[in-house]
């Protein structure tokens, strides 16, 4: 009887089971370790001066188990970029719009300072978290969004195991041309930053372009039984993000979860108004009032972010049921109870053996 177990990516990274978890929460990289997966970091989120601490308490943690390290790296950012100068820059009527939206939400400035308060996206930020993750012991390091050649060179010298998210196939042609030692095939059902091409049809062409070298896949899985799917389509493994925010360790503020929960499949959409970049969230009358009719289209990265990131921090801050929103894929409809991560690791791994089995069956029945 087949089993779920360790295919060649596995091995090389020295991992139980062939379940890739991205996530911005250090909790749930050491969880999925605990629990046999691959977790991946984002780092993209932190503030340039917390990452090295971050890295060197997870590491701690993780004491020696196998972790990676991902960075969004888009093409087009200003070489620096400082928030105060990008806002005030930014187009009136857009801001007037912001400020509407505030004023008919009664939404507050955040107290705290975070990422979105503080940062743009410009190709410094960038280098500082490039460095940062060089200097790491991460076993990976993956790239979204953009890559940057030199990085992958850097990275692959100092014996790290690269990999790229692509969602086409001549995102796939430029990645394997640098070098990249596997791909992450990501589909437009995944939470986050997103291409137009659904993963069922993504994964085999990003497979054929692949020519060997192995790839996950991910966008929209949230069960066993995709993992198993996943494998069948000759992808080496499943990489998830959306799952995670279901669990304690992904400190999810509490009227987000509550979304996540009830939101099915539909509840998701793609939309530029969270970063500038087509991005799939869960939707909330926040993102609804940027689809509405006579809503200005969203601003390019980083405008965007620098219009509205400070919303973004105090609809968290303040636990804002009706506003709050979150990058989401498909898959939320697998999110159906608050949960952990060994929780939802010990189920997928279940999912995909009941999976195994019952293929045979179908396959044997007469
Ligand atoms: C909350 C959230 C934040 C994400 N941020 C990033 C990111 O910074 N970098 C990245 O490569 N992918 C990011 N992703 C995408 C994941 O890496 C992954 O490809 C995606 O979640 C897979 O689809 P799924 O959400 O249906 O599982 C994010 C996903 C979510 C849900």
């Known amino acids: 009887m087949m089993q779920l177990g360790p295919t060649a990516i596995c091995r090389e990274l020295g991992v139980r089971y062939p379940i890739f978890g991205f996530s911005h929460a250090p909790d749930v990289i050491v969880a999925l370790a605990e629990a046999g997966g691959f977790g991946v970091l984002g780092l993209a989120r932190e503030?340039?001066?917390?990452?090295?601490p971050i890295i060197a308490a997870i590491e701690k943690?993780?004491?020696?188990?196998?972790?990676?390290?991902d960075l969004m790296l888009p093409a087009g950012v200003p070489r620096h970029a400082d928030i105060g100068g990008v806002r005030e820059a930014l187009p009136a009527?857009?801001?007037e719009f912001v400020e509407g939206l505030r004023e008919r939400f009664g939404l507050a400035a955040p107290t705290r300072p975070s990422f979105f308060?503080?940062?743009?996206?410009?190709?410094?930020?960038?280098?500082?978290?490039?460095?940062a993750v060089l200097a790491s012991n991460a076993r990976a390091v993956a790239t979204a969004i953009g890559i940057r050649p030199e990085l992958i060179a850097r990275a692959k010298a100092a014996g790290k195991y690269t990999i790229s998210l692509v969602g086409s196939p001549r995102h796939a042609?430029?990645?394997?041309?640098?070098?990249?030692?596997?791909?992450?095939?990501q589909g437009a059902d995944a939470g986050g930053h997103t291409g137009p091409i659904g993963t069922f049809s993504l994964v085999p062409q990003i497979v054929a372009a692949a020519a060997g070298r192995p790839v996950l896949a991910a966008g929209g899985i949230g069960t066993g039984a995709q993992v198993a799917a996943s494998l069948a389509m000759g992808a080496q493994g499943a990489w998830l993000g959306t799952l995670w925010l279901g669990a304690l360790e992904n400190h999810t503020p509490p009227a987000l979860l509550k979304k996540l929960v009830e939101a099915n499949s539909d509840d998701t959409l793609v939309t530029r108004a969270h970063s500038g970049k087509p991005c799939r969230v869960v939707r909330s009358a926040w993102i609804d009032a940027w689809q509405a009719s006579g809503a200005p289209a969203p601003l390019p990265m980083p405008q965007q972010q620098a219009l509205?990131?400070?919303d973004f921090s105090a609809m968290h801050e303040y636990d804002r049921a009706d506003l709050i929103y979150e990058a989401a894929?498909?898959?939320?409809?697998?999110?159906?109870a608050p949960t952990t991560v060994a929780v939802q690791m010990a189920t997928l791994v279940a999912q995909a053996n009941a999976a195994l089995a019952a293929l045979e069956?179908?396959?044997?029945?007469r």
Do not use: C, N
């Open 47 to 52: 503030m340039p001066e917390d990452i090295a």
């Open 61 to 69: 943690r993780l004491a020696g188990k196998p972790y990676g390290i």
């Open 93 to 95: 009527g857009h801001v």
């Open 117 to 131: 308060t503080t940062q743009v996206r410009s190709e410094a930020l960038f280098d500082a978290q490039s460095e």
């Open 173 to 185: 042609h430029k990645a394997l041309a640098l070098g990249v030692d596997a791909l992450v095939a």
């Open 308 to 310: 509205t990131g400070a």
């Open 329 to 336: 894929g498909q898959s939320v409809f697998a999110i159906d």
């Open 361 to 365: 069956t179908t396959l044997s029945a």
